[in-house]
């Protein structure tokens, strides 16, 4: 399906028509680094959102889930350096307290106002700080990638793309900006993305859109198999673009960019895991069905032993044999294929000799691909994650220290 | 419950009566480490296994259960480096070709020699050295210790234990070997675990308590969440001690001993994981069942995350909680309490202030304990894990290279 997609050049969450963003260096981080922004559009915009399925949720997702009710939105403030998680009736508060300084700023409604913290749980808000920081943003045009940069934990650069697409007859924009990097293994949504677009949409097809989109890019994505209690994906649409209104009849071209936007938002996310070298592409193909496909592929993409096997381009293929066996799907030993990188290493169910040489040469590279065929069904999925460095343990070890 | 149970110093498995082992260098990992062994019992065995559910099986695993199934054996064949899993019709032909080699050797019936392999996946046994192997292994009453060594993979010590505990007017000894200590996520059975006992038992209780054994003891470790294809434990019972056989009615102190015994191999296991420098104890208290706390603590005991962090000594046990929030478990987080090494962090879900020092310095120990009290019902459980390393990653990244 080609829908006239375009990436724009330095594209951001900002791109789309109405939207701005600010952000500035309030210290909950460190002096220096940016740590709390704002998004902001003109207008009111239809908003849909997807969270975490930690049953654990954070004072920002307890509060943004109850502004969404109403599917509107206009503001969006993010934090890093703290996930106000586990900080009982004071984080909702703060969480609160976050919401009117916004309004107080914007002059708009509290419900249209949504958080989003990440960071160290079980440590309340340095709210002093927060205070001064929120009437320090300034929005603008451009404010898109300090945005993108102040929502970073351990993330290693920014993750933010918009693409332009035909809706109709008009050009609509979908922009967004997503962080990782640890505590990644999304369950209905990943650590934190925003996303944004002028085009105007009907509130139910846009969170159908939303699901849809997430359910092959975020959920499909991991980096050490625990998930967020922040977990919040954000889409606002503010129709600044006057296209006629799309639903599900007339979708089709806005879901495959919105696909598009998340996937490369999600790839990014594994491919900047904490301590990662590597993106690692798994596909599993001939399932009985999708289900069991994606379970298998997340299976292999958050195995230690495989993620660590990649990190040093040790083809040690048998464990990726192993997950498959303990993921509980249906399988077939002797019906499964297994390639790494394009290489054969099992057949039916025996191994292939090959040039270890060669596959270790490949295994060295930047991006690398693990294909399983079980030859039982048609269901397939692919899963992202990326390798298991000695810097991953390095960075979460002394985490808060 | 006070059984009388003693350990045995220098405790292995060939204690009880009539048990005799040996081991050799084959030159299956190489020239100077003891690779292959031989368990012998003098007399036919009342046998029972466990074995792993992962749904690629090992040759040796599909052979031993088949020999199984009389619930008799008298030998136990062990290899390690190299697994002989993911090797097709090659692989049983050369697993009945070590049975054979062992009925020749010892001669005895087929179906009573069980085998056992350990190391690479997906790479054939080089049958020559394991022929010349065999031949080369000397029985002895000492040969346990050995055994113990020829088995170890990435273990950096032995595992190996006795105890004798009173059945009835008569002292009968439990015995035990066991390996670790990658790819460790048992559900079912462990890596390997060899059991002996000199106790005349009834085969229906000696199963059943051997799953009762398992169930809070290798079931509840995990070093890096793989489950193996290779996982196998057995229990052989030579009834030699000539003792009132004893069965469902008679065998609370076997039991009791047999726990002891499998605990003891268990936590042995977990603290030599790959890369280990401490071992982590995780309890969960009242959950609304035993299952759904054997859930929380193995989550737990497994976090890439908690893990990391136990390894630095971070107190960082937001961490914790969200573990148990993503572990698909009732929770209600206002309710829940958390204590790190006795220092309560979270209570009643609102963190506690506490002496980061004094708490960090307890973390440096080689023991940690992680205690969560859900407080919703009378579910407990205790699982046991280790921390991540940077050489974990060290080890598994350069495993076939």
Same mark, same amino acid.
């Given at each position: 399906?080609?829908?006239?997609?375009?990436?724009?050049?330095?594209?951001?969450?900002?791109?789309?028509?109405?939207?701005?963003?600010g952000?500035?260096?309030?210290?909950?981080?460190?002096?220096?680094?940016?740590?709390?922004?704002?998004?902001? &559009?003109?207008?009111?915009?239809v908003?849909?959102?997807?969270?975490?399925?930690?049953?654990?949720?954070?004072?920002?997702?307890?509060?943004?889930?109850?502004?969404?009710?109403?599917?509107?939105?206009?503001?969006?403030?993010?934090?890093?350096g703290?996930?106000?998680?586990?900080?009982?009736?004071?984080?909702?508060?703060?969480?609160?307290?976050?919401?009117?300084?916004?309004?107080?700023?914007?002059?708009?409604?509290?419900?249209?106002?949504?958080?989003?913290?990440?960071?160290?749980?079980?440590?309340?808000?340095?709210?002093?700080?927060?205070?001064?920081?929120?009437?320090k943003?300034?929005?603008?045009?451009?404010?898109?990638?300090?945005?993108?940069?102040?929502?970073?934990?351990?993330?290693?650069?920014?993750?933010?793309?918009?693409?332009?697409?035909?809706?109709?007859s008009?050009?609509?924009?979908?922009?967004?900006?997503?962080?990782?990097?640890?505590?990644?293994?999304?369950?209905?949504?990943?650590?934190?993305?925003?996303?944004?677009?002028?085009?105007?949409?009907?509130?139910?097809?846009?969170?159908?859109?939303?699901?849809?989109?997430?359910?092959?890019?975020?959920?499909?994505?991991?980096?050490?198999?625990?998930?967020?209690?922040?977990?919040?994906?954000?889409?606002?649409?503010?129709?600044?673009?006057?296209?006629?209104?799309?639903?599900?009849?007339?979708?089709?071209a806005?879901?495959?960019?919105?696909?598009?936007?998340?996937?490369?938002?999600?790839?990014?996310?594994?491919?900047?895991?904490?301590?990662?070298?590597?993106?690692?592409?798994?596909?599993?193909?001939?399932?009985?069905?999708?289900t069991?496909?994606?379970?298998?592929?997340?299976?292999?993409?958050? &195995?230690?032993?495989?993620?660590?096997?990649?990190?040093?381009?040790?083809?040690n293929?048998?464990?990726?044999?192993?997950?498959?066996?303990?993921?509980?799907?249906?399988m077939?030993?002797?019906?499964?294929?297994?390639?790494?990188?394009?290489?054969?290493?099992?057949? &039916?169910?025996?191994?292939?000799?090959?040039?270890?040489?060669?596959l270790?040469?490949?295994?060295?590279?930047?991006?690398?691909?693990?294909?399983?065929?079980?030859?039982?069904?048609?269901?397939?999925?692919?899963?992202?994650?990326?390798?298991?460095?000695?810097?991953?343990?390095?960075?979460?070890?002394?985490?808060?220290?």
């Amino acid at each position: 399906m080609s829908f006239e997609q375009k990436v724009i050049q330095s594209g951001t969450v900002t791109t789309p028509k109405g939207f701005l963003a600010g952000a500035t260096c309030a210290g909950i981080k460190s002096q220096d680094k940016l740590d709390l922004g704002l998004l902001y &559009s003109e207008v009111s915009c239809v908003a849909v959102g997807l969270f975490t399925t930690n049953k654990i949720k954070s004072a920002p997702v307890i509060l943004s889930q109850k502004h969404l009710e109403n599917n509107k939105a206009q503001a969006i403030v993010v934090n890093s350096g703290c996930a106000n998680a586990c900080t009982g009736e004071r984080g909702i508060g703060d969480a609160r307290e976050i919401t009117n300084l916004t309004v107080g700023k914007l002059s708009i409604l509290p419900e249209d106002v949504l958080i989003a913290s990440t960071g160290v749980i079980g440590v309340p808000l340095p709210m002093e700080k927060v205070r001064v920081g929120i009437m320090k943003i300034t929005l603008s045009k451009e404010g898109g990638h300090e945005l993108a940069k102040a929502m970073m934990t351990t993330d290693t650069f920014p993750k933010e793309i918009a693409i332009s697409v035909r809706a109709d007859s008009e050009q609509v924009i979908i922009g967004g900006v997503a962080k990782g990097s640890g505590m990644v293994h999304p369950d209905l949504a990943t650590m934190l993305c925003f996303l944004t677009t002028d085009a105007d949409v009907e509130a139910d097809f846009l969170h159908s859109a939303l699901q849809r989109a997430v359910a092959t890019s975020f959920n499909m994505v991991t980096v050490d198999g625990d998930t967020s209690p922040s977990d919040s994906v954000f889409l606002l649409a503010n129709g600044l673009v006057r296209n006629q209104k799309i639903g599900f009849n007339s979708g089709e071209a806005f879901q495959a960019a919105l696909n598009e936007v998340c996937l490369y938002l999600a790839k990014s996310v594994a491919r900047d895991g904490e301590g990662a070298t590597k993106l690692m592409e798994v596909m599993v193909e001939g399932a009985v069905n999708e289900t069991e496909a994606r379970q298998a592929a997340r299976n292999i993409a958050s &195995s230690s032993l495989v993620k660590a096997a990649i990190h040093g381009s040790d083809p040690n293929w048998g464990r990726v044999v192993a997950v498959v066996g303990r993921s509980g799907i249906e399988m077939n030993e002797s019906k499964m294929d297994l390639y790494l990188n394009q290489m054969c290493l099992m057949k &039916s169910g025996n191994p292939v000799s090959f040039d270890k040489g060669a596959l270790r040469r490949s295994l060295d590279k930047k991006e690398v691909y693990i294909r399983v065929c079980l030859n039982i069904g048609e269901g397939k999925a692919t899963a992202w994650g990326c390798d298991l460095s000695e810097e991953y343990v390095t960075i979460n070890s002394t985490y808060t220290t």
